[in-house]
T-cell receptor, first 112, second 116 residues
Framework: DAKTTQPNSMESNEEEPVHLPCNHSTISGTDYIHWYRQLPSQGPEYVIHGLTSNVNNRMASLAIAEDRKSSTLILHRATLRDAAVYYCILRDYGGSQGNLIFGKGTKLSVKP | DSGVTQTPKHLITATGQRVTLRCSPRSGDLSVYWYQQSLDQGLQFLIQYYNGEERAKGNILERFSAQQFPDLHSELNLSSLELGDSALYFC???????????????FGEGSWLTVV
């Protein structure tokens, strides 16, 4: 499985933008980039995913580098509720399994 | 609410015992996944079923087994329990295996298992 590298932790102030980086230098052409987050004492929650183009949804934006070897999850205005562990995961849409392989993720702390 | 239902939410049992965790996937979802999360190991993929058949196997111990029934609900059976099996067990579901649209996997709230 292609691997991702994320910082162990990041801090942000409330109502400020947050940029969470992810490196995936061994990404293959059929890998989607998925982001999930896990709030304390809850199951992981889907945030966003993309293949080549930048993506926006109500939760966040995903900026994908042109060579696809890195991506950045952007939370436009962090709230206290955004404090969570964020996972960047590569998922092969050409495969027959589809299970997510989680790394250690980035623990985001949001200060009031 | 993800639509994935797991029972029980909390379970305390003794070493050597056997427990069954139950999962009802979201309506219409054919794939079910089981994950284990402990403090030192993070989120570990255990096993995946698709429409009743085993599709992928991860770090699942031989003492553990799972199945998916015709109504698509799934059960994870944990036997000969050890202290180290204490963890949060998540079930997740998706419509299909990965498709060209990169479908989403939805997680339940988990079942807390404590082995004493």
């Amino acid at each position: 499985d292609a691997k991702t590298t994320q910082p162990n932790s990041m801090e942000s102030n409330e109502e400020e933008p947050v940029h969470l980086p992810c490196n995936h230098s061994t990404i293959s052409g059929t890998d989607y980039i998925h982001w999930y987050r896990q709030l304390p004492s809850q199951g992981p929650e889907y945030v966003i995913h993309g293949l080549t183009s930048n993506v926006n949804n109500r939760m966040a934006s995903l900026a994908i580098a042109e060579d696809r070897k890195s991506s950045t999850l952007i939370l436009h205005r962090a709230t206290l509720r955004d404090a969570a562990v964020y996972y960047c995961i590569l998922r092969d849409y050409g495969g027959s399994q589809g299970n997510l392989i989680f790394g250690k993720g980035t623990k985001l702390s949001v200060k009031p | 609410d993800s639509g994935v239902t797991q029972t029980p939410k909390h379970l305390i049992t003794a070493t050597g015992q056997r427990v069954t965790l139950r999962c009802s996937p979201r309506s219409g979802d054919l794939s079910v996944y089981w994950y284990q999360q402990s403090l030192d190991q993070g989120l570990q993929f255990l096993i995946q079923y698709y429409n009743g058949e085993e599709r992928a196997k991860g770090n699942i111990l031989e003492r553990f087994s799972a199945q998916q029934f015709p109504d698509l609900h799934s059960e994870l059976n944990l036997s000969s329990l050890e202290l180290g099996d204490s963890a949060l067990y998540f079930c997740a579901s998706s419509v299909d295996v990965v498709s060209s649209s990169g479908n989403t996997i939805y997680f339940g709230e988990g079942s807390w298992l404590t082995v004493v």
